[in-house]
């Protein structure tokens, strides 16, 4: 089993560089990242990150989680920047290299904390007690740790064979949306606690009653176990005391196996999206509201 799933803001900044390099007075613009500055964007990641840049598609991703979060910055109509940032952190970043950009760089980064630190944030609740749900004694839901990358990354590969999420947005993912990044461990009495599935669950950063899961993986060896309903049940209870009131996710029309335990859990289709942001796949949207979760109900 597995998943992935505004108006412009536009501020416009002053650089003075060498005259040999650009003009002494280079306006440069930044503004909220649209559908049409993706493919740019990815392309400047993978230049700048290489194998650690994500997949093309998690930008469309971050950009329906963020929103106003997700900046660009222009210079002569080319994206040379760009920023994503959240109340509690910046999740990526990159900047292009070029004439004369180091010092227009400079400039950039000082708006670029501006944004992190004024953008609309995602928050997280003070408390959280998970809720698991009818799972077998040897599995084990937890919040994300920093030392779990190495293992996390191992699962992602064999789970997302052609999209695995890079170490790079892992690390960031769980920095920055804390309680909201669930790993599921396998316990025994003879051998290490084991990863088998992950849920990154996300607070709309334009609409805090929208909650959102961003991923969920599992193990093909451990499934019909009951993980991946438990990993739902968790992030679910941890989106609801944040006070989100519906819950969005994308999913592949061709997952089957997700589109039943989305269904099983009162997600309702929305629309069918094809070449979702320009991304060249096909994504179900569906929701559910607060009411209609199977934690909710008795």
């Not at 329906?64 to 910046?90: K, L, N, P, W």
């Not at 992190?116 to 003070?126: C, D």
């Not at 699962?155 to 997302?160: C, I």
């Not at 094809?274 to 509201?289: A, E, F, K, N, P």
């Amino acid at each position: 089993m597995h998943n992935r799933r505004g108006p412009p803001n536009i501020r416009r900044i002053g650089v003075t560089a060498p005259a040999e390099d650009l003009p002494d007075d280079v306006a440069v613009r930044m503004r909220s990242c649209r559908p049409d500055d993706l493919n740019q964007v990815s392309d400047l990641d993978h230049q700048a990150f290489g194998r650690n840049s994500p997949p093309r598609f998690v930008f469309a991703q971050l950009r329906d989680i963020v929103g106003s979060g997700f900046r660009v910055v222009e210079q002569h109509g080319e994206i040379v920047a760009y920023t994503i940032s959240v109340q509690t952190g910046t999740l990526l970043s990159a900047t292009a290299p070029g004439p004369g950009r180091i010092n227009l760089l400079a400039e950039v980064e000082k708006e670029i904390k501006g944004a992190a630190a004024t953008s609309t944030g995602i928050g997280h609740p003070t408390h959280h007690t998970m809720l698991p749900g009818k799972l077998a004694p040897k599995y084990e839901i937890r919040r994300f740790a920093t030392s779990d990358i190495d293992e996390l990354y191992q699962v992602e590969n064999q789970t997302f064979v052609e999209d695995p999420y890079p170490r790079r947005l892992l690390g960031r993912l769980g920095a920055v949306f804390r309680d909201g990044f669930l790993v599921a461990e396998r316990h025994s009495r003879h051998a290490a606690p084991e990863i088998v599935g992950s849920l990154v669950s996300v607070v709309d950063a334009g609409c805090p009653g929208v909650g959102w899961i961003m991923s969920l993986g599992v193990l093909e060896a451990h499934r019909r176990e009951g993980v991946g309903t438990c990993l739902m049940n968790a992030a679910e209870a941890y989106l609801h005391e944040a006070g989100c009131e519906k819950i969005k996710l994308t999913v592949d029309p061709v997952n089957k196996i997700a589109l039943h335990l989305y269904q099983q859990r009162n997600y309702a289709l929305v629309e069918r999206i094809d070449d979702y942001h320009g991304t060249g796949r096909s994504r179900l949207l569906m929701v559910q509201d607060a009411s209609d979760a199977p934690s909710h109900r008795r």
